[in-house]
Structure formats: C-alpha cells, structure tokens
C-alpha cells in the first residue's frame, strides 16, 4: 500500500449546471453558418460542441456536435459531416482555436465543392445558435489525498465531473483538466496526473470516465 | 402532493442535491408567478406541481391568477391562434379589449415578487407595473410564425422584462433582451403520470365501455382546432380499412378557452356513424386520462401548431410508441424512427400508425428508447433546476457564473 501523502492544497469539486441562452441568430445556407460561426460568442461554439456530453449520457444516435449532425443530416452534406465531427476537440485548448478549425474545414469544403453553397434547409430545420451559460458552484466535497479523492469521485455529480474534465480545460482555459492539475501540483504526482490527462474524453460517456479514472488512482494506492 | 425526496428512486439523490445547492442561493428572494387560469391547460398543470415543490426547496413561490370576463378571453384566444400562425381577423376593437382588462389587472393585482414571472401573452401588460424588481416573461406557445400585427403589440411589451423564456430555439426571434430555453416538463408522480395498477386501468376503460378485443389508438388533447381532432379521425379511418382497431379522442377544457365546445360539437358530427371512436370529455380527471394513455397501443399527437405538447412526454415516460406531428416542441421529444414517429400529414399520420400496429417489436423499442429520453431530459426535477438558475441568472449577466 502506498504511504498516504496529504495535499498542498485541497481539492474542493466544483459542480457546473447550465441554461441555454438563444440567440434568435439562424442560419439557412451553409454560408450563413460559417459567417455566423466566425461572429458568434464562444458560448455559442462551446454549446453546439458540448451540449451532446451532458444531454446523452445514454445510448444516442446523435452525432457528437450540432454543426456536424446539421450539415449532414439537414442539408445532406454527409462528407463535411464526417469532417466536422472528426475534429480532435482535445487537441484545442481554447475555443477561439476550436472555432477557427471548425469554421476553416468549412471553408475548404465550401472551396472544393462549390454546389454545397446552393443547399438550404428547409422552414424549421434552420440551424438556431444558442449559448451556453454555465454556473459553478462548489460541492461539499473536499478531499486531501487520493483515497479521498477516489472515494469522493464515486460520489459526486457526473455534472462536476463534467465541470472538472471538459469545462475548466477549454472553456476556462487551463492547461489540462482540474484533475491531473491538481494531482502534479499538490501531491506532486506527474506520472499519474499525465495519465489522466492522457485520455481523450471525448470519447466515452461521461460515467465510464469517472470510471476510468478511478481505476488508475485505486491501482495507484494499491502500489 | 409528492414531496421532493420521492424523485430521488427516480432521478438519483444527487439530482436532488443540486436542487438544494441552488435554493439555497434564493433564499431572501419572493417569487411571485402570474398566469391566466388556476386549471386547464399545460400552464395550469405545471404551475400546480412546481410551486410546492420550490417552496418545499426553500424558494418562496408565490401564484396568481389575472382576471378577465368572456370577451378579453375570446380575444386572447384569438391572440394565441394568431401567434401561431393562424389566420385570424384581429380588429383593433380586440386590442382596446385586450388593454381594458389589461389595465384592469394592473390596478388590482398586487405585486410583491422580488422576480415577477409571467406566463404566456394574457398577463403580459402588468410589466407596466415594473419598478426595481426583476420581470420575466415565458411565453409557452409556439412563436415561430406569429401574426405579426400581434407580435408587434406583444413586442411593446415584451421589451420592458429583463428575460424572455421560450420551450424550442425555433421559437426565438432576435429580441433586445436576453432569451433562454427552457422546455417544460412532466411530473413523473403526478396522478397522470404515476404508475398505474392493471385493475386501475380496467376499471377506467369498463366505465368508458371500451372493450380490449381490438388495438386502441389514443389522442389526449382539449378540443381545439390547433390539435386537429377532425384530422385525428380522417387518419384513423385510413387505419381502419386495413386494420380494425378503435380510436379514443379524450380532454378537458380550460377555463380561457371559449372555443372549445365549438370544436367538440364538429368532432362529435365527425365520429357519429362509428361505434369505434369514443370521444370522452374528462374535465381534469388525471388518472383516467393516466389510464387511457396507459391502455393505447399507439399514442397521436398530431397538432397543427403545439407550444411544446407534453401529452407526447407522458405517453413516451408510459413507454407508448406515439405518432405526432413534426411542430412546435414535439421534435425536441421524439427523435424519429428512434424514439417515436414524426409525421406532417393526415396520409403520413395513418401510414405511421399502421406501421407500429404491425411491427409490435419496432413499436415497443420506440416506446423504451422514449422513456429513457424523457428520463433524461423532461421530467420536473429538471425544469426546477431550469428555473432556479434562470432566477439566478437575472443578477448574473455574465457567461460564466462563478457562485463559490
């Protein structure tokens, strides 16, 4: 069993919950969608990349970002749909970066096949631009080791979860996810926290995440 | 009354955790909903579930009623067709109506709210009454298409809250105030959505002397020309020339609807040479509506226009497999071929019904993936979160709301 090594500074689990802000903001084309990407706020780019995580926690047919499941199954345009909904999100660290790469694969596709500007959706299949508004509030969770801090992700929301892994990285720009931050900088951890930080999350719901990493922390105490 | 730790064999406790986190963020704050009717209608309906369980969370919620005689009534049902598109003859003698009543409300309603909470375009002209409190304005209709002689009217209004709510994006318009989205929900304890024992639901189709011996096809909705009761018929007969099978149109009517008994007299004139369809009028008998929707084979919704159409979230949490039309809120529920069927048309209505009644299997995994999504994402412990972080959003302009 490994030796208990108390923290620097505590953890304390933040939950985020959110409303949707509308915009009124539409777009028919697949034009007026790469300007009004490019001009949106970056609570609009985050929600339609986002939205999906905490509203399909379940089995879903919908495609991981609303531009992507817009553009193939409203105007048919299955091939910018595959482009769009292959972009490596964990490879952006901001979304004014996220933006660019989405509004860019647009554009070459746009380029390359210039009939693609004549599609529009047809009435109340627009796509409608929405916010994202979130709120952060802190949980009674507050560990000072790692025991704690596996018992305490067992219990708390997969909202915090989602707070702690998606939402601080990109939305509050931070290097990487709150986890391994605070597992390198307070228990003085790199390998592990380079191995949480390691995942791409994008990729599993969010319960088989919290899954995940409690896994490689109980098989770190276990040492 | 169900109390808020009977959600948590639903939902999970810490669902109800947040609730608690979030009310307690309210406290010192009154919040004081005005609608235009204590009963009828999904407004009514939610209202009477919501409020206890805020003030149960520790929010103090208050509920009032505007008043309004028969005519400002028919004017605003008038408004409320318009809005949705519908042609309407609206003459200006409808707006002095309409600002008489208006004018009335705003001398005699008390205001009290530190946030005062509007629902729908009937109450909309007490913001009049704004002073340093906070005013909301949720409009529950689909606005997507609106008269825009009314929406203009409405809009002079409207300018005046600090938020607007709307149940689906399609309903926003570009307006000089903050708009969010909040859909409505169901109550999964409420008499019309609880669970139901087999002899309950007998007893309720031996009263109404609908016999089992054939499929059951059920639209639930009050008589109104927006919920296309005649068409309802017209894709049941198309059912019944392949499949037997029996129809039950069953509502109530709400108290600011005056064109309800119209309606119900045209539908009657429709059915009258068929055994078959039970037309029943059951003026807020939840239970037996529960045991209606429980006892269908197929569940229809098929509105012409609909604000959101709760009765396609209650029959989906009953796991029904449900045909309704692509409208208002109903695309947001049903996802189709995958969590029911969308249909835009009386022949693609009967097409739908008649493909569920005779693919049982297809029809129940519809039915199962529509509970699940309606778990998810439409039940009441949802909404009062919905509601709670609109509340808190009147002080919080920003994004990112930190509330360490």
């Known amino acids: 069993m490994q030796k208990v090594i108390n923290a620097k500074e505590p953890f304390k689990f933040c939950t985020r919950l959110h409303l949707s802000e509308l915009t009124g903001l539409r777009a028919t084309t697949l034009s007026q969608l790469l300007t009004l990407i490019k001009e949106v706020p970056g609570a609009c780019i985050y929600h339609h990349t986002h939205r999906f995580l905490q509203q399909h926690q379940y089995l879903s047919p919908e495609p991981p970002n609303d531009f992507a499941y817009w553009v193939a199954d409203i105007l048919g345009e299955d091939e910018l749909g595959e482009r769009l909904v292959s972009i490596d999100t964990i490879q952006y660290s901001t979304i004014r970066d996220l933006r660019e790469k989405i509004a860019s694969t647009i554009e070459e596709y746009l380029r390359d096949n210039p009939l693609a500007k004549l599609k529009f959706a047809r009435a109340k299949e627009e796509f409608h631009f929405i916010k994202s508004v979130s709120f952060i509030l802190p949980t009674r969770y507050i560990v000072y080791d790692l025991k704690g801090f596996a018992e305490a992700l067992k219990k708390v929301t997969l909202d915090s979860i989602y707070f702690h892994i998606f939402e601080a990285r990109l939305r509050l720009e931070k290097p990487t996810n709150d986890f391994a931050l605070w597992i390198e900088h307070s228990l003085g951890d790199k390998k592990l926290a380079n191995s949480i930080a390691g995942f791409d999350p994008y990729t599993s719901t969010l319960e088989d995440l919290r899954k995940k990493i409690i896994r490689l922390i109980e098989r770190k105490i276990a040492q | ?404």
């Open chain 2, 1 to 404: 009354m169900a109390k808020i730790k009977e959600y948590i064999p639903l939902v999970g406790q810490p669902v109800i955790d947040d609730l608690r986190l979030l009310s307690e963020r309210l406290k010192g704050k009154v919040i004081q909903h005005i609608n235009s009717t204590p009963v009828g209608g999904g407004v009514a309906e939610i209202l009477n579930r919501m409020v206890p369980l805020l003030r149960e969370l520790g929010v103090d919620t208050k509920w009032d009623v505007i008043k309004g005689g028969e005519q400002f009534f028919a004017v605003t049902k008038k408004f409320h067709n318009a809005l949705h598109g519908r042609a309407e003859e609206i003459i200006q003698r409808d707006f002095e109506i309409f600002m008489e009543t208006s004018q009335q409300n705003i001398d005699g309603v008390d205001i009290y709210g530190d946030i005062v909470f509007i629902h729908d375009p009937q109450p909309v002209a007490l913001v009049k009454k704004k002073a340093s409190n906070k005013w909301l304005w949720r409009c529950h209709i689909d606005v997507s298409n609106p008269n825009a002689r009314v929406w203009k009217f409405l809009m002079d209004f409207i300018v005046h809250y600090d938020s607007a709510v709307f149940s689906a994006p399609a309903f926003s318009q570009r307006l000089p105030i903050r708009q969010f989205l909040i859909s409505p929900s169901i109550d999964p304890l409420s008499d019309k959505n609880k669970e139901l024992s087999q002899e309950t639901i007998d007893a309720v189709l031996k009263k109404y002397g609908i016999k089992k011996d054939k499929p059951i096809i059920t639209q639930i909705s009050r008589f109104d020309r927006l919920k296309d009761p005649v068409g309802v018929i017209e894709a049941y007969l198309r059912v019944k020339k392949y499949t037997d099978c029996q129809l039950i149109l069953a509502g109530g009517a709400a108290e600011d609807d005056p064109e309800g008994s119209k309606v119900l007299e045209e539908v009657k004139e429709k059915a009258k040479h068929d055994p078959d369809i039970h037309i029943l009028l059951l003026p807020q008998n939840d239970i037996e509506v529960n045991a209606l929707q429980r006892a269908s084979d197929v569940v229809i919704q098929k509105s012409i226009r609909e604000g959101f159409g709760l009765t396609v979230a209650e029959a989906l949490w009953k796991a029904k497999p449900v045909v309704a039309s692509n409208v208002g809120g109903i695309p947001l529920q049903i996802k189709h071929k995958y969590s029911g069927l969308l249909c835009h048309s009386i022949e693609g209505t009967s097409f739908a019904i008649k493909q569920l009644l005779s693919s049982p299997a297809y029809a129940k995994k519809l039915g199962e993936n529509g509970r699940e999504h309606i778990k998810n994402n439409f039940l009441i412990t949802r909404h009062l979160r919905e509601y709670m972080l609109l509340f808190l959003s009147l002080y919080h302009p920003e994004d990112v709301v930190h509330l360490c």
